[in-house]
């Protein structure tokens, strides 16, 4: 269903937009610089940004998820670690499903700012790291889940949004 569709990149740079249409999954590896916008199209069958090696987003770009829940950002092992160093990863979605080490560094965002809400549930072992900012705003709910967290940056919620935290440490 949906025509799912495979895409590999490895070690990467994009300057233009890249949309990732309703079924796609795209395969990450190494490093992708992107300083413009990628697009998870996600409204039925599911988009899925999955990682196969550890990953480093580097540029000033944008990771915009659309507002349905089927838009999945992880990894093949729990063992893999997604580094943002300076993207915004915004919108409605699934980040981790446990299968994903989270590091968002000091030049980093992650913005739940949509109703359909952001869940991000890191690895147990490696958890959810955050250096950036880390931010509920619009309309949106942002769910920490499982997995250690930690912050040394900035964590912002927006008068009338919600940040949950469960289990974990």
């Known amino acids: 269903p949906g025509g799912s569709t495979n895409t590999v990149l490895t070690n990467v740079s994009s300057s233009a937009p890249i949309y990732m249409p309703d079924g796609h999954t795209m395969r990450f590896n190494g490093t992708y610089n992107n300083t413009s916008s990628l697009f ?12 196969e090696s550890n990953v480093t987003l580097t540029g000033s770009g944008s990771v915009i998820l ?3 829940g089927g838009n999945y950002i992880y990894g093949t092992n729990a063992a893999l670690v997604l580094t943002n160093e300076g993207n915004t990863i915004s919108g409605c979605g699934q980040f981790g499903n446990n299968q994903l080490v989270i590091v968002n560094g000091p030049g980093g965002k992650i913005e739940s700012n949509v109703s359909g ?8 072992t490696g958890g959810f790291t955050n250096q950036g ?3 509920v705003s ?9 997995g250690p967290f930690t912050t040394s940056g900035a964590v ?4 009338g949004r919600k940040l949950d935290r469960t289990s974990g440490d």
């Open 40 to 51: 998870m199209q996600s409204s039925y069958y599911g988009t899925t940004f999955l990682l």
């Open 138 to 146: 619009g309309t949106g709910v942002l769910n920490i889940q499982d």
């Open 66 to 68: 659309s507002n349905h």
């Open 117 to 124: 809400g952001m869940n991000i549930n890191p690895s147990n």
């Open 156 to 159: 912002v919620v927006d008068a």
């Open 133 to 135: 900012l880390l931010r």
